[in-house]
T-cell receptor, first 114, second 111 residues
Framework: ETGVTQTPRHLVMGMTNKKSLKCEQHLGHNAMYWYKQSAKKPLELMFV???????ENNSVPSRFSPECPNSSHLFLHLHTLQPEDSALYLC?????????????FGPGTRLTVL | GESVGLHLPTLSVQEGDNSIINCAYSNSASDYFIWYKQESGKGPQFIID?????DKRQGQRVTVLLNKTVKHLSLQIAATQPGDSAVYFCAENGGAQKLVFGQGTRLTINP
């Protein structure tokens, strides 16, 4: 256990559905991240939040909408996704956003878009 | 531009042997590097890191070597065990907040 939990672990949705991914960290960290992991591709950073404020949006399409109500919780709201959005979505947290602030990852949500 | 790459996508070793996983990076300004291990069904797990002012750093059964001249990073695992089977990622952090990950090497342990 890394102290970062994600729910659900698996999600299947149609292109017209709206769903949300949830991440919670129990580490007292201030920064949280969303990553996308596709088959045979490096991890791609999507969003960064630091003290609840979004500090990075890595050119992510608007059908992905993050929300960070507090430093312990991070959501990723999904709507009108495409089949190519099927991937493992990983949440991470770190104490701060400095270079040497180790990021701790959750187990991920395996998303399949039909 | 930034890129982090791995020399081999797969590596098979005998149980008990040493494993060496390699990684190349292109950003000469990168000054902090991390190795992560990802087991099936889990997220990446931090293994060891190294700053650019060091050439070598040792952990428990793992050693990371950094060669800044050729922009090369390696992870050595001593006495490889079945539990070491996983995908190993190198990552560099040349700027705050942004980890750039390599594609990963799958390590398979043969009994």
């Amino acid at each position: 256990e890394t102290g970062v939990t994600q729910t659900p672990r698996h999600l299947v949705m149609g292109m017209t559905n709206k769903k949300s991914l949830k991440c919670e960290q129990h580490l007292g960290h201030n920064a949280m991240y969303w990553y996308k992991q596709s088959a045979k591709k490096p991890l791609e950073l999507m969003f960064v939040y630091n003290f609840k404020e979004q500090t990075e949006n890595n050119s992510v399409p608007s059908r992905f909408s993050p929300e960070c109500p507090n430093s312990s919780h991070l959501f990723l709201h999904l709507h009108t996704l495409q089949p190519e959005d099927s991937a493992l979505y990983l949440c991470a947290s770190s104490l701060g956003t400095g270079k040497s602030d180790t990021q701790y990852f959750g187990p991920g949500t395996r998303l399949t878009v039909l | 531009g930034e890129s982090v790459g791995l020399h081999l996508p797969t590596l098979s070793v005998q149980e008990g042997d040493n494993s060496i996983i390699n990684c190349a990076y292109s950003n000469s300004a990168s000054d902090y590097f991390i190795w992560y291990k990802q087991e099936s069904g889990k997220g990446p797990q931090f293994i060891i890191d190294i700053r650019s002012n060091m050439d070598k750093r040792q952990g428990q059964r793992v050693t990371v070597l950094l060669n800044k001249t050729v922009k090369h990073l390696s992870l050595q695992i001593a006495a490889t065990q079945p539990g070491d089977s996983a995908v190993y990622f190198c990552a560099e952090n040349g700027g705050a907040q942004k980890l750039v990950f390599g594609q990963g090497t799958r390590l398979t342990i043969n009994p």
